[in-house]
């Protein structure tokens, strides 16, 4: 077949805006914003294409503004989740069955009208709901997930290009067809970020699979708009069904199901090995070995030489780690810093800190806002207030917090004395940094430090002008972290660039972002055709001399 016939437009990553003073998009942003707090709305379940509604009616609110309603939506149970499998099978075999343009073309509308008529809205929504400023959601909401879906299009056709060898005049023809799974994908999305919310259903649907998505409760909000987009993009009834419903509910009732063929998941490591294990116990029950595609926790670093740039460091530790108030998998959580750069950095942090303001996102000169929700609080704040009263830790920086108004907390940061210190080694998903300084001498024995200190292996970053400390560190970190940065910070992937994921406590390392992902969701066949088939059983060596 040729080439042409897996022409796709060529992806390239959606540019994020400025959203600068006087700019088009700022003023169409603030209209946005103004006009979904103006009025409150009902998020229904979408299931076969329907809204489905039950009694239990719920509030929505935003994270800095708890006074402030946004919505409803409405809670479902066992129930809603069993309509939302059958939905899904009833759609398959039109949906796995239409032609791979044809899919292509509707998440490919679905990055322009994302791109185009939706942007101000999903970035409002975004900057609402979870309480990330402007530029945080631009990336997030709009650029990364533009990017999924146009260039997970070109991954999908890549695949499906790739066909084994078949040699001219053989009388054989070989050809590969990658098929959906067999069965309906299970979608378990997080709050932090929308492109994840709107990647996990719809990279396996792409490939022709049929999803339940179950997103975070405290972003069914955003995803109801994900999925507003794709049924205006023309994604037909059935091929993802949105419920919003408990995890152990949707657990229960999904990884019982004999159609079960596979999750992708973003979440908590505890989470995910539960899930596992569940899966584990029902393998029997399957038609299928499910498919388990997972990104979990992390306990993300930087480590920094003797000879780094201090300002650079500084820089990358208050954009790494505080940015979406921590609220990354990829957020710098621990830092291994020289003795001999400590005075320059420590002085440039706390400036930098002291500069830094936070409140309600609509005002876009605060630098943070709010945790998602008051479970997030009361974690996050009991290390901080553990750690005022340790002895091995000392807070140079912040240790406030005050969920009255908001779920507010201070960038902190604490100085450890013991580098296994607990905030050293958990992760604690929120704006809490924390530091070891080392002996300069003692950088090869500190890289063997954090390579054995957390469980975890996401992302990381070594900072040095020395090109043998960066080798070093590349080479004893080889397993450290799946997104490995050089005088970078560990956040900010791009989707095409830096394909995402880690292993360890941290995943399955499937790579989002890439076509090792989509490679996942399909179940591959391998055909050959006999153009002249044998008549004769009896092979040559067999005759008589």
């Not at 378990?188 to 994840?196: C, E, G, R, V």
Request: with cysteine; hydrophobic share 40%.
């Amino acid at each position: 077949m040729s080439d042409a016939y897996f022409k796709v437009p060529q992806a390239i990553n959606e540019k994020v805006l400025s959203y600068a003073p006087g700019s088009p998009e700022k003023a169409a942003l603030k209209k946005a914003l103004k006009e979904i707090k103006s009025k409150e709305v009902e998020v229904a379940m979408t299931i076969g294409g329907q809204k489905v509604k039950t009694a239990k009616k719920l509030s929505i609110h935003p994270p800095h503004e708890l006074k402030h309603t946004l919505g409803h939506f409405y809670k479902g149970g066992a129930g809603e989740v069993k309509m939302a499998i059958d939905a899904a099978l009833k759609a398959k075999p039109a949906w796995e069955q239409l032609p791979w343009q044809e899919r292509a073309a509707i998440f490919l509308k679905a990055a322009d009208l994302l791109a185009g008529p939706y942007r101000q809205k999903m970035n409002a929504a975004c900057m609402l709901v979870q309480s990330k400023t402007v530029y945080q959601s631009e990336i997030d909401a709009v650029a990364e997930l533009c990017d999924f879906w146009r260039f997970n299009v070109q991954f999908m056709a890549e695949i499906y290009k790739e066909q084994p060898l078949t040699v001219s005049g053989s009388g054989i023809w070989n050809r590969m067809e990658y098929r959906p799974l067999e069965g309906f994908v299970f979608a378990l999305t997080p709050f932090n970020f929308a492109s994840i919310a709107g990647n996990l259903p719809s990279a396996p649907a792409l490939m022709g699979n049929v999803v339940v998505w179950k997103p975070a409760e405290s972003q069914l909000y955003v995803s109801n708009l994900i999925m507003e987009i794709l049924e205006e993009a023309g994604l037909p009834p059935g091929v993802i069904n949105l419920v919003f419903v408990s995890g152990p509910v949707a657990g229960e009732v999904i990884f019982s199901h004999t159609d079960y063929a596979g999750i992708h998941f973003t979440g908590s490591t505890g989470v995910f090995q539960d899930l596992w294990q569940t899966m584990g116990k029902n393998l029997s029950n399957y038609r299928s070995y499910p498919r388990i595609v997972g990104e979990t926790g992390g306990k993300d670093f930087i480590i920094a030489h003797s000879s780094a740039n201090a300002p650079q460091v500084v820089t990358a530790l208050t954009r790494g780690a505080f940015e979406y108030q921590g609220q990354k998998c990829s957020a710098v959580s621990r830092a291994y810093l020289p003795k001999s750069l400590w005075p320059d950095i420590k002085s440039g942090l706390l400036k930098d800190l002291k500069s830094i303001k936070m409140g309600n996102p609509e005002d876009f000169s605060n630098f943070m806002s709010a945790v998602i929700d008051e479970r997030a609080f009361d974690k996050i704040s009991s290390y901080i207030a553990d750690a005022k009263k340790d002895k091995d830790a000392e807070i140079i920086f912040g240790g406030g917090y005050d969920k009255s108004k908001g779920y507010f907390i201070e960038p902190t940061v604490i100085v450890a004395k013991d580098p296994k210190y607990r905030t050293m080694c958990e992760e604690i998903f929120g704006p809490v940094l924390t530091i070891y300084v080392y002996d300069d001498e003692k950088y090869e024995d500190t890289l063997e430090l954090l390579n054995n200190t957390s469980p975890y292996a996401l992302t990381g970053a070594v900072f040095a002008k020395e090109r043998e400390a960066v080798m070093l560190a590349t080479e004893r970190l080889r397993h450290s972290a799946g997104n490995f940065y050089i005088n970078d910070k560990p956040t900010g992937a791009v989707v095409g660039q830096q394909p995402f994921g880690g292993a360890r406590g941290s995943g399955t390392n499937d790579k989002a972002g890439s076509i090792l992902n989509l490679y996942r969701w399909v179940s591959a066949r391998a055909i050959k055709e006999n153009f002249v088939s044998p008549t004769d059983y009896r092979y040559p060596f067999m005759a008589e001399e």
